[in-house]
């Protein structure tokens, strides 16, 4: 990891830290929880809100009228929108997609959840992928999130990441390897 990206890791890491705590005494996980969904999506959703964030060319005062506007908006608890307000007076909102995935993370662990990085040729239905995550579970011993994304360059088949494990069934890879093998041949 490059320095800066450990120095930013550090930081939403001990944010992170706080916020899960203080929702955790005051039993508002699910309201934290909806919180972060919440935050990760409009920060999928909006370059302007990616710009505030970002952007050196926003003051701290601008910043922080900014998040304030957008917790209220969006209804968040006290614990977030004060956290928000907090890394905007120190200059630290640039950590906030690090700061959505170790909350993320933290409530996923708490739960007794994990997620899977799932990638597949065409889109799941609701069958598959529920026969996919009770498969997973058994396997994982946990219950299973899955994170579906689309790569029809795979042809076929699904890549499916939890943790530290993948597990590749992609056509794709078994034409590459085939590929391979015959290329040793000849």
């Excluded at 550090?10 to 944010?15: C, K, P, S």
């Excluded at 969006?74 to 906030?96: C, D, E, I, K, P």
């Excluded at 795979?154 to 992609?170: N, Q």
């Amino acid at each position: 990891m490059s320095e800066p990206a450990s120095i930013s890791a550090g930081i939403a890491g001990r944010y992170a830290t706080a916020v899960f705590e203080l929702a955790k005494e005051a039993k508002g996980l699910s309201g934290l929880e909806a919180d972060v969904a919440a935050l990760a999506q409009a920060l999928k959703d909006s370059a302007d809100l990616r710009e505030v964030i970002a952007s050196p060319v926003f003051s701290r005062d601008e910043q922080g009228r900014a998040m304030s506007a957008l917790a209220v908006r969006m209804g968040l608890s006290s614990t977030v929108a004060n956290t928000l307000a907090l890394m905007a007076a120190n200059r630290r909102l640039f950590v906030l997609p690090q700061l959505l995935a170790a909350l993320g993370e933290m409530i996923a662990e708490e739960k007794g959840e994990v997620t899977a990085e799932v990638t597949a040729a065409a889109e799941l239905t609701k069958a598959q992928a529920e026969k996919l995550a009770a498969s997973l579970k058994k396997t994982v011993g946990k219950t299973v999130k899955l994170n579906t994304t689309v790569d029809e360059s795979l042809i076929g088949g699904l890549i499916v990441k939890v943790g530290s494990k993948m597990i590749d069934t992609s056509i794709r890879s078994k034409l590459a390897s085939l590929q391979n093998v015959m290329k040793e041949v000849g």
